[in-house]
């Protein structure tokens, strides 16, 4: 079974910075593809990024060049470092693991807010 654990969330002023952070655990569990997405009041769950264990990664276009996923493979730990927040960025952001057998697992959510 996967735990995943988020912090970092908050307020932050438009044109700010926030750092995300998801600590994995499970027993023999490669956390081979993890990632952030985000959802928006009355809007659907969004990609952010994503990170192999290899560190390939793969954006969505809004958040290319402000936002970088990196991970810690000795810690099972995901991060999404965000600059230059938006009002449009505000959301509950998940952290997200996909392993080799197609199962998916899911943080509790994180709040992530941006005042204009």
């Known amino acids: 079974q996967v735990q995943l654990v988020e912090s970092g969330g908050g307020l932050v002023q438009a044109g700010g910075s926030l750092r995300l952070s998801c600590a994995a655990s499970g027993s023999g569990l490669g956390f081979p593809l993890m990632g952030w997405y985000r959802q928006a009041p009355g809007k659907q769950r969004e990609m952010v990024a994503t990170i192999t264990r290899s560190g390939s990664t793969n954006y969505a276009d809004s958040v290319k060049g402000r936002f970088t996923i990196s991970r810690d493979n000795t810690k099972n730990t995901v991060y999404l470092q965000m600059n230059y927040l938006k009002p449009e960025d505000t959301a509950v952001y998940y952290c997200?693991?996909?392993?080799?057998?197609?199962?998916?697992?899911w943080g509790q959510g994180t709040q992530v807010t941006v005042s204009s």
């Open positions: 997200n693991d996909r392993e080799f057998s197609g199962a998916t697992y």
